[in-house]
């Protein structure tokens, strides 16, 4: 059955690094999202990307943060100076379509920033 | 804006009790779509079902059910003869429109302990 596959599982970085988390969507998916869920809190949407690029972004998607699909496999995404409170897990999602694209995460990565 | 409620927090049951997992969500949409998720202790998310809101219907599968009541703006899951193997953390989750880039909006989770 395909899946969502994410790298690494857990990332430790220093304050202040950049981080690059790492997706691969199922193949034949259209929509890609990225979900942020600090420790014991709900899911949080981040951002959601389309036709190459951003369709809809959240307010704790702010200019420290960019996504990518770097090519016909790979989306990323960058913090590029973490911060303490950055420190949560990661959830990777895609969808062919609209209304369906939550049914499929990757495992997460778990970020902690020290 | 689109809310999701799931006010009981955390759940204990004993094996093989049934417990129920309520789940309140708003919206001013007439397409949306709810979501149940089980998050195990290990940290992923496993999709459990997937329900449109033109579909009332209660589905079942093995010991979990699902009741979908737009009237009440619920869609309550149903665990029979819990095990110890669904201690998790539940979550409920909406998505809005018929097309395009819907992000889902959780509910805050519902950690439910099954003890033997």
């Known amino acids: 059955e395909p899946e969502v596959t994410q790298t690494p599982s857990h990332q430790v970085t220093q304050m202040g690094q950049e981080v690059i988390l790492r997706c691969v969507p199922i193949s034949n998916h259209l929509y890609f999202y990225w979900y942020r869920q600090i420790l014991g809190q709900k899911v949080e949407f981040l951002v959601s990307f389309y036709n190459n690029e951003i369709s809809e972004k959240s307010e704790i998607f702010d200019d420290q943060f960019s996504v990518e699909r770097p090519d016909g496999s790979n989306f990323t995404l960058k913090i590029r100076s973490t911060k303490l409170e950055d420190s949560a897990m990661y959830f990777c999602a895609s969808g062919w379509t609209g209304g369906a694209p939550g049914a499929f995460f990757g495992q997460g990565t778990r970020l902690t920033v020290v | 804006a689109q809310k999701v409620t799931q006010a009981q927090t955390e759940i204990s049951v004993v094996e093989k009790e049934d417990v129920t997992l309520d789940c309140v969500y708003e919206?001013?949409?007439?397409?949306?779509?709810l979501f149940w998720y089980k998050q195990p202790p290990s940290g992923e998310l496993v999709f459990l079902i997937r329900r449109n809101s033109f579909d009332e219907q209660n589905e079942i599968s093995g010991r979990y059910s699902w009741n979908f009541q737009k009237s009440t703006s619920s869609f309550n899951f149903t665990i029979t003869a819990s095990q110890v193997v669904d201690s998790a953390v539940y979550f409920c989750?909406?998505?809005?429109?018929?097309?395009?880039?819907?992000?889902?909006?959780f509910g805050k989770g519902t950690k439910l302990t099954v003890n033997p």
């Open positions: 919206t001013r949409d007439t397409t949306y779509y």
């Open positions: 989750a909406l998505s809005v429109g018929q097309g395009g880039s819907e992000k889902l909006v």
